[in-house]
């Protein structure tokens, strides 16, 4: 390690989330700095940012890499993306620096080789940023509840689908409430990462990687998004007591295999992560000494995701040497996802003819579906209707032949289906 005294601090990347972190490690005249022994020693920015002016005492590199020749301790990684991040941070141990990251994307791919290049080198690697921003999750799993044995973690873990789902909810268009959850800084250069439930399966993905002690990457779990997801489907839900959010979930099963998925669902409306707004992200752990864990707070943005940043940071400055604890070589097995069973909201558009509902609800019973709350609502377009049902529980492969089979139905022009988290 380079100077004891001061921790030497490298930021690579001079985007939002970097000149967050710089303004609020300066305010008040380097307040945070001071108190925690650190100091900015170079930037690497690959143009400037019109936003926030570097003072002269600080080095910039127009090439990040070179942040990693320079005297630091850590180097806090903040450029976003896979395989430069991932070049960079294998660098960084290299050459006995210590990692800092708010990229779930880089440690949901090479998690298992970066922890294991932190192990060998005796060096630490933080990411509280990487799940939910600031809210502070990952301290929390490794430290906090580390007596706990984890049974389930459920969470809304993308604060760019809440924010569109709760626009949607309220009437906006799916198109309008993605641009402006793009012009706040929520969403992913690609939003595709966040509109398609990727982004949120990095982030159950490393959740359970932690609860579980299993190694990254995580493959084979099941991930769909939300863009299929209709404004008026949140009519239809409400009328059942329901709303509707994007969900990632890890849960130990009784086989002790580990099921991972992350989809939209339906949820109570006043359940505490159906009440959820905005941009916040919401996370339940479901533990055997304290019970349920609840915890909430702003997912994305640039000041939330600086707050966890700046955490990692403070605590390197208490803890600093302290080795970390990663399950680099356990043995797990991934449950299947289509063996799992869920209640389902469907939402068949059909012609608006006698006999029609009896046709569909005949194909309910030929799967053996049972029919809970059944409603016919008349379509905005001609000659159509629209039919909201929703089963009892069943099996996910059975209810996606049955979906199969109603759409192969002349009757039928669109039928989709949501699963509900009960
Ligand atoms: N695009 C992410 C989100 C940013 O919307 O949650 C925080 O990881």
């Not at 960084?92 to 290049?117: D, P, Q, S, Y």
């Not at 490393?206 to 190694?215: D, K, N, T």
Request: net charge positive; proline share 2%.
């Amino acid at each position: 390690m380079a100077n004891q005294s001061k921790i030497r601090l490298g930021i690579c990347g001079w985007g939002n989330v970097a000149t967050a972190v710089y303004s609020a490690l300066s305010a008040n005249r380097g307040e945070l700095l001071k108190k925690y022994n650190l100091e900015i020693v170079c930037i690497g920015a690959r143009r400037d940012n019109p936003n926030i002016k570097i003072p002269s005492n600080i080095k910039v590199h127009r090439n990040i890499f070179d942040v990693l020749e320079d005297d630091i301790d850590i180097v806090i990684e903040l450029i976003g993306g896979v395989d430069v991040a991932f070049q960079l941070l294998s660098k960084a141990f290299e050459r006995r620096i210590n990692v800092v990251t708010a990229n779930k994307a880089v440690l949901f791919e090479h998690g298992n080789k970066l922890f294991k290049a932190a192990l060998d080198k005796n060096l630490s690697i933080y990411f509280e940023s990487s799940v939910c921003a600031g809210t502070p999750i990952i301290k929390l799993l490794k430290t906090d509840l580390a007596a706990n044995r984890i049974s389930k973690i459920s969470g809304m873990l993308n604060g760019t689908t809440n924010y569109i789902l709760t626009k949607m909810e309220k009437g906006q268009s799916y198109a309008s409430a993605l641009s402006e959850a793009q012009q706040l800084g929520y969403a992913e250069a690609d939003p595709k990462l966040d509109v398609g439930g990727i982004d949120a399966a990095h982030k159950i993905g490393i959740l359970a990687s932690l609860a579980f002690q299993c190694p990254l990457p995580l493959k084979k779990f099941f991930i769909e998004g939300i863009e299929s997801i209709k404004k008026e489907d949140f009519d239809f839900a409400r009328e059942q007591g329901y709303t509707i959010k994007h969900l990632a979930v890890a849960e130990k099963q009784k086989n002790k295999e580990i099921l991972v998925r992350s989809h939209p669902v339906l949820l109570p409306f006043n359940s505490n992560l159906g009440s959820l707004k905005g941009v916040r992200n919401g996370i339940e752990v479901r533990t055997n000494l304290i019970g349920e864990v609840h915890l909430a707070g702003s997912g994305a943005g640039k000041e939330s995701t600086a707050s966890g940043v700046i955490s990692d940071l403070i605590h390197f400055s208490k803890h600093r040497g302290m080795q970390e604890d990663f399950y680099t070589s356990n043995k797990f097995k991934m449950a299947k996802f289509s063996t799992q069973s869920f209640k389902y909201y469907f939402s068949i558009e059909a012609e608006d003819k006698p006999g029609t509902a009896a046709k569909l609800t005949s194909q309910f019973a030929k799967h053996q579906v049972g029919i809970d709350v059944l409603i016919q609502k008349e379509s905005k377009k001609n000659c159509t209707a629209r039919l909201i049902i929703i089963t009892d529980l069943a099996e996910e492969k059975i209810i996606n032949k049955l979906k199969n089979n109603l759409e192969k139905l002349s009757l039928t022009s669109d039928v989709r289906f949501i699963r509900i988290e009960i």
